[in-house]
Nanobody, 122 residues
Framework: VQLQACGGGSVQAGGSLRLSCVAS????????MKWFRQAPGTEREFVAA????????YYADSVKGRFTISRDNAKNTVYLQMNSLKPEDTAVYYC????????????????WGQGTQVTVSS
């Protein structure tokens, strides 16, 4: 599985960005697609996840109501729409994928894409 993330950038607080993660493998039935982020000096943390089959979504409390994860099956692409961005959202964002069980949805995935930088200024 190869993943390619893009869409990061710099915005002011309150602004929006949309991250994309394109997956190379054609069949993601049974996979869970995930976004994690890592700010300088901190550990990588879970942001959001979506079941490829069925589309059930999961969010970290810190982003719930502001971020939306979605997928486009035809394009093998997962999106992270980020609204009402805050300076504390500044981090490198990573997409990932694996065949998570329900208890593993928020765990680090087996497959990672490269990171994309998101910077939110106050």
């Amino acid at each position: 599985v190869q993943l390619q993330a893009c869409g990061g950038g710099s915005v002011q607080a309150g602004g929006s960005l949309r991250l994309s993660c394109v997956a190379s493998t054609g069949n993601f039935v049974g996979y869970t697609m995930k976004w994690f982020r890592q700010a300088p000096g901190t550990e990588r943390e879970f942001v959001a996840a979506i079941r490829w089959s069925g589309g059930r979504t999961y969010y970290a409390d810190s982003v719930k109501g502001r971020f939306t994860i979605s997928r486009d099956n035809a394009k093998n692409t997962v999106y992270l729409q980020m609204n009402s961005l805050k300076p504390e959202d500044t981090a490198v964002y990573y997409c990932g994928a694996d065949r998570s069980t329900l208890s593993e949805v928020r765990s680090e995935p087996n497959y990672w894409g490269q990171g994309t930088q998101v910077t939110v200024s106050s």
